[in-house]
C-alpha cells in the first residue's frame, strides 16, 4: 500500500479550483449597475424633473449596494463547515496508514474526541444552497421605494407634481451556492488535533429587475412628468401623454473559485466516563475573492468550549462559542450547538443538532432603507396641503438582530470498509438573516 501524502490531497483540491474558476465581470458590480440603470440611463431626462430621483441614485448606491454585497458574502461565503471529525481514520504510527473504519462524531458541531496520535482523517463535502428569504421575506418579493428629490430645497416633497412621485425597485433575487469542502485532520498528539478544510464555492446570482414609478401626475393631470427611455426604440422622445412607467434590468452572474480556508485546533482536556471536555479554535483565512462573494475579505475566529460524552450507543454533545467577525455588516456573536449522534448498528448512525446564534453588535445589523418618508400631495402654495402620505422605504422587516436558530437531521453509512457517506438536511427554525428553506448535504469518506 502505497502511503498517503497529505500535500497531493490539498494540491489536488486546489488544482479543481483552478481548472473550474471561470471568467466573468466581478459580482459586486451587479447591484450598482441594477441602480444606475434605472435611476441613471434609463431614466428620462428630457424633462424639467428628469433628475429629480438624481439624489436617490447616490443613496441606493451608498447604502444599497455595500448593503446587498455584504449581505451576501457574509451569508453565502460563511458556510458553516461540517465536523471534521466524519471520516475514515488511518492510522500512521507503523509508517504505511492502516485504515480504521469507524463513524464518530456529529455533523456540524464537534465532540471532545480527538482523531488519536498520528492518525489522519480525511474527507469531503457537498453542500448546496438555493437563497429562498431574507427576514422571512421571500428574495422575490422584495421591494425598495425611492421618493422624488426635495427639488424646492424647502425640507418637504410635494411642491411640485414630480416631488409627489416615487419607483418602486423589485430586484427579484435569485440566489445559488454550491460547496465543495475537502478537510483532513491529524492528530499530533491524543490530544490535540490539526485539521484544515479548503472549500471550493460555485456561486450564482440572477434575476429580473424590475422598477415602476408611480405617477401620480399621469394619474391626475394624463401627463406624466418622468418616465423611462422605450429599450425597443433607440431614438425614443420622451411622451408625457404616452409615458413608459416600467423598466427591466436582466443579471446572470456567476463564480467558482476557493473560498476562506479554514484551519482548526482541538485540545481535549479531559476524557472521563462522565465527561469529555475540549477546546477548539476555528481561524477561516480571507483566500475567498470578496468581489466574487466568494469570502468575507477579512479574518474570522470561532473559539468554542465542547463537551460530549459517551453511553452506550447514545452521544450527547454540546458547543459554545464565541465568533470573532471582522467584516463590515458582521456583528460579533454567541452560538450554540445542541445535539446528540445515535448508533443504529454496526454501519449507521442518526444525528440531530439543534444550533443557533446570537448577535453581539446591534450596530453591524444590515438595515436595508429602513423607515417612511412623508409626501404632501398636491399642495398649494397658497393654502394647506390636501392630504399627506407616509411611504414606506421598503417592505423587508426590520431587525435590531439578524438572529438565528437551525436544525440539522442526518445519517453517517458505512456502506463497506473502504467508504464512509453522510446524508443531512439543514432547516431554519426561525426567519433572521439570509436563509435556505432547506439545505441538503452529502459528503464522503475514501480511502486513498
Not at 145 to 157: A, E, N, P, R
Amino acid at each position: 500500500m502505497k502511503p498517503f501524502r497529505l500535500p497531493s490531497f490539498f494540491a489536488s483540491t486546489l488544482m479543481v479550483v483552478f481548472l473550474t474558476t471561470t471568467g466573468h465581470a466581478q459580482l459586486n458590480t451587479t447591484f450598482a449597475r441594477m441602480f444606475n440603470t434605472f435611476l441613471g440611463e434609463h431614466l428620462t431626462s428630457e424633462t424639467p424633473f428628469g433628475r429629480a430621483f438624481d439624489q436617490r441614485a447616490i443613496e441606493a448606491n451608498n447604502v444599497l449596494v455595500p448593503a446587498f454585497n455584504n449581505m451576501i458574502a457574509s451569508n453565502v461565503a460563511a458556510f458553516p463547515l461540517t465536523s471534521t471529525v466524519a471520516g475514515i481514520y488511518f492510522d500512521l504510527s507503523a509508517g504505511d496508514p492502516t485504515m480504521i473504519t469507524e463513524s464518530l462524531g456529529p455533523i456540524y458541531s464537534e465532540t471532545a474526541e480527538t482523531v488519536g496520535s498520528r492518525k489522519l482523517n480525511v474527507g469531503f463535502n457537498f453542500a448546496h444552497y438555493s437563497l429562498a428569504s431574507f427576514r422571512g421575506l421571500a428574495l422575490d418579493d422584495i421591494r425598495f421605494t425611492l421618493t422624488s428629490d426635495d427639488l424646492s430645497g424647502d425640507g418637504t416633497l410635494g411642491d411640485f407634481s414630480v416631488e409627489t412621485e416615487s419607483i418602486d425597485i423589485f430586484p427579484n433575487l435569485d440566489i445559488d451556492a454550491n460547496t465543495f469542502v475537502a478537510f483532513a485532520t491529524y492528530g499530533v498528539t491524543s490530544k490535540l488535533d490539526v485539521g484544515v478544510a479548503v472549500p471550493i464555492i460555485n456561486l450564482s446570482i440572477q434575476g429580473g429587475a424590475r422598477a415602476v414609478i408611480n405617477s401620480t401626475s399621469f394619474l391626475e393631470a394624463g401627463a406624466a412628468a418622468n418616465g423611462f427611455i422605450d429599450p425597443s426604440d433607440p431614438n425614443f422622445v420622451f411622451d408625457p401623454f404616452h409615458p413608459v412607467l416600467e423598466d427591466g434590468f436582466v443579471y446572470d452572474e456567476s463564480a467558482t473559485g476557493l473560498g476562506d480556508i479554514a484551519v482548526k485546533l482541538k485540545y481535549a482536556f479531559l476524557r472521563d466516563k462522565k465527561l469529555d471536555l475540549a477546546a477548539l479554535v476555528d481561524i477561516r483565512f480571507p483566500t475567498g475573492k470578496k468581489e466574487d462573494f466568494l469570502g468575507t475579505g477579512k479574518t474570522n475566529a470561532r473559539f468554542s468550549w465542547i463537551m460530549s460524552r459517551k453511553s452506550g450507543a447514545f452521544s450527547p454533545h454540546l458547543n459554545l462559542s464565541y465568533n470573532y467577525r471582522g467584516a463590515d455588516f458582521e456583528s460579533e456573536a454567541v452560538e450554540l450547538f445542541a445535539g446528540f449522534d445515535q448508533k443504529l448498528g454496526a454501519k449507521a448512525t442518526f444525528v440531530l443538532d439543534i444550533f443557533g446564534e446570537y448577535d453581539l453588535d446591534a450596530d453591524k445589523t444590515i438595515s436595508l432603507f429602513p423607515g417612511t418618508r412623508r409626501v404632501v400631495f398636491n399642495q398649494d402654495r397658497q393654502g394647506p396641503a390636501r392630504f399627506e402620505r407616509d411611504i414606506d422605504l421598503s417592505n423587508i422587516p426590520e431587525y435590531k438582530r439578524d438572529n438565528t436558530w437551525n436544525a440539522s437531521v442526518g445519517f453517517k453509512i458505512a456502506p463497506s470498509q473502504r467508504a464512509l457517506i453522510m446524508a443531512n438536511i439543514l432547516v431554519p427554525l426561525n426567519d433572521g438573516g439570509l436563509r435556505s428553506n432547506v439545505v441538503p448535504i452529502v459528503g464522503a469518506a475514501i480511502t486513498f
